[in-house]
């Protein structure tokens, strides 16, 4: 997969070393190169985005792993608590100790999610990002190539 980083690279260099225009403030740039790099981008972004999604499931899988082991710390300190029923001051420990095991996997629950929000929002990011740049690119050199 060709990186899309250094096909932009590629586009500014050539524009930085196209000729300067008799009229106007514009660049003759060589527009097959342009445009074959404008494909060359088209062809990385469906790779770039493939990957964000894989990553974005592999996430997801590990927040439900997560919260399935979470739900299984509670399921034994809720039996943990059912088992030592039989004295006052057991009961009273155990509900003690079953609450503070509940408290631990609810807040490693959340950190998991936060954590797994953040980082597909920076995957997100990175691919508006990319997105971006790219129309940025295709504009300027449509432009580029209309003014000539």
Known sequence: MED????????EQTVHDGKKALFG???????????????RIRRALPDMVREARQIIAANERKRQEDAARAESIIS???QKANQ??????IIKQAEKEAEAIRMQAM??????ES??????MVLLTRA???LSEAL???TNARSTYENN
């Open 136 to 138: 940025d690119i295709i």
């Open 107 to 112: 807040d490693y629950k959340d950190r998991l």
């Open 76 to 78: 034994a300190a809720i």
């Open 4 to 11: 899309i980083e250094d096909i932009l690279l590629e586009i």
């Open 84 to 89: 030592m029923l039989s004295d006052h001051e």
């Open 128 to 130: 508006e990002r990319a």
């Open 115 to 120: 954590d797994v929000k953040s980082d597909i």
């Open 25 to 39: 403030g514009g660049v003759v740039v060589n527009a097959d190169y342009i445009l074959s790099a404008v494909d």
